[in-house]
Protein backbone atom coordinates (compact mmCIF):
# COMPACT_ATOMS: atom_id res chain seq x y z
CA UNK A 1 0.00 0.00 0.00
CA UNK A 2 1.66 3.40 -1.09
CA UNK A 3 2.55 5.93 1.65
CA UNK A 4 2.06 9.53 0.84
CA UNK A 5 4.96 11.65 2.08
CA UNK A 6 4.83 14.52 3.81
CA UNK A 7 5.27 18.19 2.84
CA UNK A 8 8.27 20.17 3.27
CA UNK A 9 9.02 21.77 6.47
CA UNK A 10 6.73 19.82 8.69
CA UNK A 11 7.98 17.51 11.09
CA UNK A 12 6.44 13.71 10.16
CA UNK A 13 6.27 10.92 12.36
CA UNK A 14 7.12 8.34 10.41
CA UNK A 15 9.81 10.00 7.52
CA UNK A 16 12.68 11.81 8.42
CA UNK A 17 14.08 14.80 6.24
CA UNK A 18 15.41 12.35 4.07
CA UNK A 19 11.80 10.72 3.61
CA UNK A 20 13.46 7.93 5.47
CA UNK A 21 11.22 5.62 7.65
CA UNK A 22 12.51 6.66 11.80
CA UNK A 23 13.77 3.53 13.03
CA UNK A 24 10.89 3.09 15.57
CA UNK A 25 8.52 2.83 12.84
CA UNK A 26 10.31 0.01 10.94
CA UNK A 27 7.68 -2.86 11.80
CA UNK A 28 4.66 -0.38 11.40
CA UNK A 29 5.49 0.68 8.03
CA UNK A 30 6.68 -2.55 6.66
CA UNK A 31 3.38 -4.06 7.89
CA UNK A 32 1.57 -0.85 6.02
CA UNK A 33 3.66 -1.27 2.63
CA UNK A 34 2.97 -5.06 2.58
CA UNK A 35 -0.76 -4.83 3.54
CA UNK A 36 -3.70 -4.53 0.90
CA UNK A 37 -5.58 -0.96 1.24
CA UNK A 38 -9.07 -3.31 0.91
CA UNK A 39 -7.84 -5.02 4.04
CA UNK A 40 -7.03 -2.12 6.15
CA UNK A 41 -10.79 -0.41 4.59
CA UNK A 42 -12.39 -3.92 5.60
CA UNK A 43 -10.58 -3.40 9.10
CA UNK A 44 -12.05 0.03 9.62
CA UNK A 45 -16.00 -0.59 8.96
CA UNK A 46 -15.46 -3.83 11.26
CA UNK A 47 -14.19 -1.06 13.94
CA UNK A 48 -16.94 1.12 13.17
CA UNK A 49 -19.55 -1.61 13.83
CA UNK A 50 -17.72 -2.98 17.12
CA UNK A 51 -17.69 0.74 18.53
CA UNK A 52 -21.18 1.01 17.86
CA UNK A 53 -22.05 -1.59 19.44
CA UNK A 54 -20.15 -0.99 22.84
CA UNK A 55 -21.75 2.46 22.40
CA UNK A 56 -18.29 4.12 22.04
CA UNK A 57 -20.35 7.47 20.72
CA UNK A 58 -19.35 10.97 21.70
CA UNK A 59 -22.36 13.74 22.37
CA UNK A 60 -22.15 16.61 20.09
CA UNK A 61 -24.25 19.85 21.25
CA UNK A 62 -25.96 21.36 19.15
CA UNK A 63 -26.34 19.52 16.16
CA UNK A 64 -29.45 18.51 14.68
CA UNK A 65 -29.02 15.11 12.94
CA UNK A 66 -28.94 13.77 16.70
CA UNK A 67 -26.85 13.93 19.99
CA UNK A 68 -24.34 10.76 19.61
CA UNK A 69 -22.01 9.87 16.65
CA UNK A 70 -19.22 7.59 16.25
CA UNK A 71 -15.97 9.40 17.23
CA UNK A 72 -13.54 8.48 13.94
CA UNK A 73 -10.87 5.66 14.57
CA UNK A 74 -7.73 5.60 12.56
CA UNK A 75 -6.22 2.42 12.34
CA UNK A 76 -2.64 3.35 12.20
CA UNK A 77 -1.62 4.07 15.38
CA UNK A 78 1.01 6.88 16.55
CA UNK A 79 4.41 5.36 17.58
CA UNK A 80 6.48 7.04 20.46
CA UNK A 81 10.60 5.58 20.58
CA UNK A 82 11.23 4.75 24.11
CA UNK A 83 13.53 7.82 24.71
CA UNK A 84 11.15 9.92 23.76
CA UNK A 85 8.50 8.84 26.14
CA UNK A 86 11.30 8.95 28.82
CA UNK A 87 11.71 12.75 28.65
CA UNK A 88 8.02 13.34 28.58
CA UNK A 89 7.20 11.27 31.45
CA UNK A 90 10.20 13.39 33.21
CA UNK A 91 8.56 16.64 31.93
CA UNK A 92 5.24 15.67 33.00
CA UNK A 93 5.93 14.40 36.17
CA UNK A 94 7.43 17.64 36.77
CA UNK A 95 5.13 20.23 35.23
CA UNK A 96 2.14 18.44 37.48
CA UNK A 97 3.57 18.78 40.47
CA UNK A 98 4.49 22.52 39.76
CA UNK A 99 0.51 23.00 39.41
CA UNK A 100 -0.67 21.57 42.23
CA UNK A 101 2.50 23.26 44.25
CA UNK A 102 1.08 26.11 42.81
CA UNK A 103 -2.49 25.64 43.30
CA UNK A 104 -1.81 24.61 47.21
CA UNK A 105 -0.05 28.21 47.23
CA UNK A 106 -2.99 30.42 46.31
CA UNK A 107 -5.49 28.93 48.35
CA UNK A 108 -2.69 29.04 51.67
CA UNK A 109 0.36 31.26 51.38
CA UNK A 110 0.25 32.77 48.00
CA UNK A 111 3.97 33.29 48.25
CA UNK A 112 4.08 33.20 44.26
CA UNK A 113 2.17 36.19 44.24
CA UNK A 114 4.10 37.72 47.08
CA UNK A 115 7.06 37.46 44.86
CA UNK A 116 5.89 39.24 41.98
CA UNK A 117 5.87 36.32 39.60
CA UNK A 118 2.70 36.71 38.64
CA UNK A 119 0.20 39.47 39.81
CA UNK A 120 -2.60 39.32 42.03
CA UNK A 121 -5.61 40.17 39.47
CA UNK A 122 -4.74 37.06 37.47
CA UNK A 123 -5.04 34.97 40.09
CA UNK A 124 -7.73 36.28 42.21
CA UNK A 125 -10.45 38.07 39.62
CA UNK A 126 -9.91 34.93 37.30
CA UNK A 127 -13.75 32.99 37.35
CA UNK A 128 -12.48 29.75 37.85
CA UNK A 129 -10.69 31.16 41.47
CA UNK A 130 -13.13 29.40 44.86
CA UNK A 131 -12.24 31.89 47.45
CA UNK A 132 -14.31 29.17 50.06
CA UNK A 133 -10.78 26.62 49.26
CA UNK A 134 -8.87 29.37 50.57
CA UNK A 135 -7.03 27.72 53.90
CA UNK A 136 -8.68 24.02 53.40
CA UNK A 137 -6.33 21.53 53.70
CA UNK A 138 -6.92 18.42 51.66
CA UNK A 139 -4.66 15.15 52.03
CA UNK A 140 -1.38 15.21 50.69
CA UNK A 141 -2.42 18.70 49.43
CA UNK A 142 -3.35 17.36 46.03
CA UNK A 143 -5.56 19.57 43.98
CA UNK A 144 -5.80 18.25 40.38
CA UNK A 145 -5.29 13.66 40.96
CA UNK A 146 -5.72 13.86 37.38
CA UNK A 147 -4.58 15.90 34.66
CA UNK A 148 -4.37 15.80 30.42
CA UNK A 149 -1.27 17.59 29.35
CA UNK A 150 -1.79 18.58 25.67
CA UNK A 151 1.14 18.00 23.71
CA UNK A 152 2.15 18.56 20.17
CA UNK A 153 5.45 18.38 18.00
CA UNK A 154 6.63 20.97 16.24
CA UNK A 155 8.80 21.00 13.10
CA UNK A 156 11.79 21.55 14.83
CA UNK A 157 10.97 17.80 16.46
CA UNK A 158 10.74 18.84 20.07
CA UNK A 159 7.85 18.42 22.16
CA UNK A 160 5.63 21.00 23.50
CA UNK A 161 2.82 21.41 25.64
CA UNK A 162 -0.28 23.16 24.58
CA UNK A 163 -2.23 23.21 27.46
CA UNK A 164 -3.00 21.89 30.33
CA UNK A 165 -6.13 20.36 31.44
CA UNK A 166 -6.57 20.06 35.37
CA UNK A 167 -10.43 20.34 35.90
CA UNK A 168 -11.99 17.36 34.60
CA UNK A 169 -9.59 15.84 31.68
CA UNK A 170 -11.79 13.57 29.25
CA UNK A 171 -10.73 10.89 26.68
CA UNK A 172 -9.12 8.36 28.73
CA UNK A 173 -11.86 5.34 27.83
CA UNK A 174 -10.80 6.31 23.95
CA UNK A 175 -7.23 5.93 24.64
CA UNK A 176 -8.43 2.57 26.63
CA UNK A 177 -10.75 1.66 23.74
CA UNK A 178 -8.61 2.36 21.19
CA UNK A 179 -5.50 -0.08 22.24
CA UNK A 180 -8.20 -2.75 22.64
CA UNK A 181 -9.89 -2.38 18.91
CA UNK A 182 -6.32 -2.71 17.33
CA UNK A 183 -5.33 -5.69 19.64
CA UNK A 184 -8.38 -7.43 18.02
CA UNK A 185 -8.25 -6.41 14.46
CA UNK A 186 -4.16 -6.75 14.18
CA UNK A 187 -2.49 -9.55 17.10
CA UNK A 188 0.16 -10.30 14.71
CA UNK A 189 1.53 -6.12 15.01
CA UNK A 190 1.92 -6.65 19.07
CA UNK A 191 3.60 -9.89 18.54
CA UNK A 192 6.30 -7.87 16.45
CA UNK A 193 6.66 -4.78 18.36
CA UNK A 194 7.12 -4.64 21.62
CA UNK A 195 4.62 -1.82 22.68
CA UNK A 196 4.17 -1.03 26.04
CA UNK A 197 0.83 -1.66 28.08
CA UNK A 198 -1.73 0.26 29.16
CA UNK A 199 -4.82 -1.65 30.39
CA UNK A 200 -3.90 -1.12 34.18
CA UNK A 201 -4.87 2.23 33.49
CA UNK A 202 -8.25 1.68 35.73
CA UNK A 203 -6.32 0.28 38.64
CA UNK A 204 -3.94 3.21 38.72
CA UNK A 205 -6.98 5.20 38.33
CA UNK A 206 -8.65 3.12 41.70
CA UNK A 207 -5.18 3.79 43.69
CA UNK A 208 -5.09 7.52 42.81
CA UNK A 209 -9.00 8.11 43.60
CA UNK A 210 -8.10 6.04 46.97
CA UNK A 211 -5.03 7.43 47.95
CA UNK A 212 -6.98 10.77 48.15
CA UNK A 213 -8.55 9.75 51.03
CA UNK A 214 -6.75 9.25 54.23
CA UNK A 215 -9.32 6.36 55.23
CA UNK A 216 -8.08 3.20 55.01
CA UNK A 217 -10.77 1.66 52.52
CA UNK A 218 -12.58 4.83 51.51
CA UNK A 219 -15.80 4.41 49.15
CA UNK A 220 -15.37 5.61 45.66
CA UNK A 221 -18.26 7.06 43.03
CA UNK A 222 -17.81 8.70 40.00
CA UNK A 223 -20.74 11.68 39.96
CA UNK A 224 -21.85 12.11 36.22
CA UNK A 225 -24.55 15.01 34.94
CA UNK A 226 -26.23 11.80 33.41
CA UNK A 227 -26.53 10.21 29.98
CA UNK A 228 -26.46 13.21 28.02
CA UNK A 229 -23.14 14.46 28.82
CA UNK A 230 -20.46 14.35 26.16
CA UNK A 231 -18.64 12.46 28.13
CA UNK A 232 -21.41 9.95 29.72
CA UNK A 233 -19.80 6.79 27.97
CA UNK A 234 -16.45 7.25 29.44
CA UNK A 235 -17.90 8.33 33.24
CA UNK A 236 -19.99 4.49 32.86
CA UNK A 237 -16.88 2.67 31.27
CA UNK A 238 -14.01 4.20 34.36
CA UNK A 239 -16.68 2.86 37.28
CA UNK A 240 -17.37 -0.18 35.27
CA UNK A 241 -13.60 -0.70 35.00
CA UNK A 242 -13.02 0.49 38.68
CA UNK A 243 -15.20 -2.23 40.20
CA UNK A 244 -17.35 1.69 41.51
CA UNK A 245 -20.70 2.92 41.46
CA UNK A 246 -21.73 5.57 39.06
CA UNK A 247 -23.95 7.85 40.18
CA UNK A 248 -25.93 10.91 39.55
CA UNK A 249 -26.84 14.00 41.70
CA UNK A 250 -30.14 12.68 43.20
CA UNK A 251 -28.48 9.37 44.02
CA UNK A 252 -26.43 11.14 46.87
CA UNK A 253 -27.88 13.35 49.55
CA UNK A 254 -26.11 14.85 52.35
CA UNK A 255 -26.86 14.71 56.22
CA UNK A 256 -24.62 16.04 58.75
CA UNK A 257 -21.86 17.34 56.94
CA UNK A 258 -21.74 13.88 55.51
CA UNK A 259 -22.45 12.23 52.39
CA UNK A 260 -24.49 9.33 51.72
CA UNK A 261 -25.23 7.42 48.70
CA UNK A 262 -28.65 5.25 48.35
CA UNK A 263 -28.73 1.63 47.71
CA UNK A 264 -31.21 -0.88 47.96
CA UNK A 265 -29.62 -1.87 51.65
CA UNK A 266 -29.92 1.70 53.07
CA UNK A 267 -27.20 4.99 53.06
CA UNK A 268 -23.41 3.77 52.50
CA UNK A 269 -21.05 7.20 52.88
CA UNK A 270 -19.40 8.09 50.50
CA UNK A 271 -15.83 9.22 51.24
CA UNK A 272 -14.13 9.94 47.59
CA UNK A 273 -16.30 11.49 44.75
CA UNK A 274 -14.55 11.43 41.36
CA UNK A 275 -16.44 14.25 40.21
CA UNK A 276 -17.18 15.16 35.92
CA UNK A 277 -19.63 18.21 37.00
CA UNK A 278 -17.86 21.62 36.73
CA UNK A 279 -17.68 23.55 40.27
CA UNK A 280 -20.73 26.00 39.42
CA UNK A 281 -22.80 23.20 39.29
CA UNK A 282 -21.62 20.49 42.57
CA UNK A 283 -24.32 22.09 44.92
CA UNK A 284 -26.82 24.57 44.19
CA UNK A 285 -26.84 26.06 47.90
CA UNK A 286 -23.13 27.16 47.44
CA UNK A 287 -23.20 27.34 43.15
CA UNK A 288 -25.90 27.83 40.62
CA UNK A 289 -28.92 27.55 42.61
CA UNK A 290 -30.78 25.86 39.02
CA UNK A 291 -28.42 23.15 39.37
CA UNK A 292 -30.01 19.89 39.07
CA UNK A 293 -26.60 18.35 38.47
CA UNK A 294 -25.57 18.51 42.18
CA UNK A 295 -25.73 17.43 45.28
CA UNK A 296 -27.57 19.83 48.03
CA UNK A 297 -24.72 20.67 50.84
CA UNK A 298 -22.07 18.67 49.18
CA UNK A 299 -19.96 22.04 49.37
CA UNK A 300 -20.15 21.96 53.43
CA UNK A 301 -19.22 18.32 53.62
CA UNK A 302 -16.07 19.25 51.53
CA UNK A 303 -15.19 21.71 53.52
CA UNK A 304 -16.00 19.65 56.76
CA UNK A 305 -13.40 17.34 55.53
CA UNK A 306 -15.94 14.37 55.11
CA UNK A 307 -15.66 14.03 51.41
CA UNK A 308 -12.97 14.31 49.17
CA UNK A 309 -13.68 15.55 45.65
CA UNK A 310 -11.29 15.10 42.94
CA UNK A 311 -10.58 16.90 41.22
CA UNK A 312 -10.66 19.60 43.86
CA UNK A 313 -12.97 22.57 43.57
CA UNK A 314 -10.70 25.67 42.32
CA UNK A 315 -8.49 24.10 39.90
CA UNK A 316 -9.75 25.74 36.70
CA UNK A 317 -7.51 29.02 37.69
CA UNK A 318 -4.35 26.60 36.94
CA UNK A 319 -5.69 25.69 33.64
CA UNK A 320 -7.08 29.08 32.43
CA UNK A 321 -4.68 29.80 29.01
CA UNK A 322 -3.78 33.19 30.77
CA UNK A 323 -2.58 31.23 33.83
CA UNK A 324 -0.65 28.98 31.26
CA UNK A 325 2.24 31.25 30.64
CA UNK A 326 3.44 31.07 34.03
CA UNK A 327 3.61 27.56 34.21
CA UNK A 328 7.60 27.84 33.61
CA UNK A 329 8.12 30.16 35.98
CA UNK A 330 5.95 28.37 38.70
CA UNK A 331 8.68 24.82 38.11
CA UNK A 332 11.62 27.37 38.60
CA UNK A 333 9.51 28.67 41.87
CA UNK A 334 8.35 25.72 43.66
CA UNK A 335 11.04 23.28 42.11
CA UNK A 336 14.05 25.13 41.62
CA UNK A 337 14.61 23.37 38.15
CA UNK A 338 14.55 24.08 34.63
CA UNK A 339 11.40 23.14 32.99
CA UNK A 340 11.89 20.07 30.85
CA UNK A 341 8.57 20.46 28.21
CA UNK A 342 9.16 23.89 26.24
CA UNK A 343 5.65 25.88 26.47
CA UNK A 344 4.06 27.55 23.36
CA UNK A 345 5.33 31.45 23.06
CA UNK A 346 2.25 32.89 24.34
CA UNK A 347 0.95 36.72 24.17
CA UNK A 348 -1.66 37.63 27.27
CA UNK A 349 -3.86 40.15 25.13
CA UNK A 350 -4.67 41.67 28.52
CA UNK A 351 -1.20 43.52 28.53
CA UNK A 352 -1.12 46.69 26.37
CA UNK A 353 1.74 45.89 24.03
CA UNK A 354 1.02 42.23 23.68
CA UNK A 355 -2.86 43.12 22.24
CA UNK A 356 -1.10 45.94 20.09
CA UNK A 357 1.11 42.90 18.70
CA UNK A 358 -1.80 40.71 18.07
CA UNK A 359 -4.13 42.37 16.34
CA UNK A 360 -1.26 43.84 13.98
CA UNK A 361 -0.74 40.25 13.30
CA UNK A 362 -3.56 38.44 13.56
CA UNK A 363 -3.60 36.87 9.87
CA UNK A 364 -0.24 35.08 11.85
CA UNK A 365 -1.66 33.90 14.68
CA UNK A 366 -3.84 31.40 16.50
CA UNK A 367 -6.12 33.39 18.92
CA UNK A 368 -8.15 31.18 21.98
CA UNK A 369 -10.45 31.95 24.76
CA UNK A 370 -8.79 31.68 28.20
CA UNK A 371 -11.43 29.88 29.60
CA UNK A 372 -12.15 28.00 26.05
CA UNK A 373 -12.27 24.25 25.34
CA UNK A 374 -12.75 21.64 23.16
CA UNK A 375 -11.42 24.25 20.05
CA UNK A 376 -14.65 26.56 20.07
CA UNK A 377 -14.39 30.41 20.51
CA UNK A 378 -10.68 30.07 18.56
CA UNK A 379 -9.52 32.11 15.59
CA UNK A 380 -6.50 30.30 12.92
CA UNK A 381 -5.64 33.41 11.45
CA UNK A 382 -3.98 31.68 8.24
CA UNK A 383 -7.19 29.92 7.51
CA UNK A 384 -9.51 32.72 8.70
CA UNK A 385 -11.80 34.60 6.39
CA UNK A 386 -11.35 38.63 6.28
CA UNK A 387 -14.69 38.77 7.82
CA UNK A 388 -13.84 36.22 10.87
CA UNK A 389 -10.07 38.45 11.05
CA UNK A 390 -12.18 41.75 11.56
CA UNK A 391 -14.79 40.18 13.65
CA UNK A 392 -11.80 39.10 16.61
CA UNK A 393 -10.08 41.87 16.16
CA UNK A 394 -13.45 43.66 17.36
CA UNK A 395 -13.68 41.32 20.51
CA UNK A 396 -9.99 41.22 21.04
CA UNK A 397 -10.35 45.64 21.56
CA UNK A 398 -14.08 45.18 23.64
CA UNK A 399 -12.59 42.31 26.19
CA UNK A 400 -8.43 41.58 26.05
CA UNK A 401 -8.41 40.02 29.07
CA UNK A 402 -10.72 36.62 27.80
CA UNK A 403 -7.97 36.07 25.04
CA UNK A 404 -4.66 34.62 24.67
CA UNK A 405 -2.52 34.58 21.36
CA UNK A 406 -0.09 32.12 20.27
CA UNK A 407 2.12 31.54 16.71
CA UNK A 408 1.05 29.03 14.56
CA UNK A 409 2.59 25.67 15.28
CA UNK A 410 3.42 22.91 12.72
CA UNK A 411 1.91 20.30 14.18
CA UNK A 412 3.68 17.00 13.32
CA UNK A 413 1.93 14.82 11.05
CA UNK A 414 1.25 10.99 10.78
CA UNK A 415 0.15 8.31 8.41
CA UNK A 416 -3.74 8.13 8.61
CA UNK A 417 -6.12 6.43 6.34
CA UNK A 418 -8.53 8.84 4.87
CA UNK A 419 -10.27 8.07 1.67
CA UNK A 420 -7.22 9.27 -0.67
CA UNK A 421 -5.20 6.53 0.97
CA UNK A 422 -2.85 6.42 3.08
CA UNK A 423 -2.02 10.31 4.03
CA UNK A 424 -0.21 12.88 6.22
CA UNK A 425 -2.65 14.28 8.69
CA UNK A 426 -1.58 16.88 11.81
CA UNK A 427 -2.16 15.09 15.98
CA UNK A 428 -1.33 15.95 19.05
CA UNK A 429 -1.15 13.99 22.00
CA UNK A 430 -3.11 14.13 25.81
CA UNK A 431 -1.36 11.37 28.51
CA UNK A 432 -2.98 11.20 31.50
CA UNK A 433 -1.04 12.06 35.08
CA UNK A 434 -2.47 10.88 38.37
CA UNK A 435 -1.10 11.88 41.53
CA UNK A 436 -1.95 10.10 44.59
CA UNK A 437 0.86 8.63 46.57
CA UNK A 438 3.23 9.52 43.82
CA UNK A 439 2.63 10.66 40.20
CA UNK A 440 2.09 7.76 37.97
CA UNK A 441 0.81 7.41 33.91
CA UNK A 442 0.15 5.04 31.52
CA UNK A 443 3.12 5.23 28.96
CA UNK A 444 1.30 7.26 25.57
CA UNK A 445 -1.89 8.51 25.99
CA UNK A 446 -4.98 10.14 23.70
CA UNK A 447 -3.85 10.58 20.20
CA UNK A 448 -6.04 13.10 18.46
CA UNK A 449 -5.77 13.82 14.81
CA UNK A 450 -7.36 16.03 12.18
CA UNK A 451 -8.76 14.28 9.24
CA UNK A 452 -9.19 17.11 7.08
CA UNK A 453 -6.19 17.76 4.97
CA UNK A 454 -4.16 20.81 6.49
CA UNK A 455 -6.77 21.29 9.42
CA UNK A 456 -4.75 21.74 12.88
CA UNK A 457 -8.28 21.09 14.67
CA UNK A 458 -7.61 17.68 16.27
CA UNK A 459 -10.75 18.32 18.73
CA UNK A 460 -13.22 15.01 18.52
CA UNK A 461 -16.13 18.24 18.48
CA UNK A 462 -14.90 19.74 16.04
CA UNK A 463 -14.63 16.46 13.31
CA UNK A 464 -11.17 15.26 14.70
CA UNK A 465 -10.38 11.33 15.42
CA UNK A 466 -8.45 9.26 17.11
CA UNK A 467 -5.37 6.65 17.42
CA UNK A 468 -3.78 4.04 19.50
CA UNK A 469 -0.94 5.55 20.64
CA UNK A 470 2.05 3.01 20.82
CA UNK A 471 5.32 3.59 23.36
CA UNK A 472 7.87 1.35 22.84
CA UNK A 473 9.40 -0.94 25.33
CA UNK A 474 12.95 -0.37 23.50
CA UNK A 475 14.21 1.87 20.76
CA UNK A 476 15.22 -1.83 18.49
CA UNK A 477 11.91 -2.00 16.64
Known sequence: MLIQTPGEGLYDELFDEGHRVRPHYRTLENWLVNSDESLIAEKRREANVLFQRLGITFNVYGQDQGSDRLIPFDLIPRVISASDWQKLQSGLRQRVNALNRFLHDIYHNFDIVKAGVINAEQVFANPQYQPGMQNLKL??????????????????????????????????????????????????????????????????????????????????????????????????????????????????????????????????????????????????????PQSMLGVPGLYGAYRSGNVVLTNAMGTGVADDKSIYPYVPDMIRFYLSEEPILKNVPTWQCRKPKDLKYVLEHLPELVVKEAQGAGGYGMLIGPRATSKELRHFADLLKARPCNYIAQPTLSLSTCPTFVNEGIAPRHLDLRPFVLSGKKVQMVPGGLTRVALEEGSLVVNSSQGGGTKDTWVLEDDLC
Not at 191 to 196: H, L, R
Open 139 to 288: PRNLYSHIAGIDLIRHNDGDFYVLEDNLRCPSGVSYMLENRRMMMRLFPELFAEAPVAPVDHYPALLGETLRAASLKPDPTVVVLTPGRFNSAYFEHAFLARQMGVEIVEGADLFVRKNRVYMKTTVGPQQVDVIYRRIDDDFLDPLSGN
